[in-house]
């Protein structure tokens, strides 16, 4: 699984975040998808790595722009992951 964090300016309010968390929904396979205007930032788990240059043009057709994103191999851990190795 893919850890990604777009930082994305011009995200405003709770219906900015909807925006933006159904534009990823609607075009890339995600498990889980949270977008938080406070912080500026979308954050995506999915199998694959995103195609993160038409995620910002299509990011900038919605009216607000990437700036920035990092992405990074991410495992899930349960709830009783302590102390496993």
């Not at 011009?10 to 205007?37: D, P, Q, W, Y």
Request: aromatic share 10%; hydrophobic share 35%.
């Amino acid at each position: 699984m893919v850890k990604t964090v777009l930082k994305i300016d011009g995200m405003m309010c709770g219906m900015c975040e909807a925006h933006m968390n159904e534009l990823i929904r609607k075009n890339f396979k995600v498990k889980k998808v949270t977008s938080s205007a406070k912080d500026g930032e979308t954050v995506i788990f999915s199998d694959a790595e995103l195609d993160i240059p038409w995620a910002k043009k299509q990011i900038k057709d919605i009216g607000y722009e990437m700036v920035d994103y990092t992405s990074e191999p991410y495992e899930k851990k349960g709830l009783f992951h302590f102390g496993r190795k």
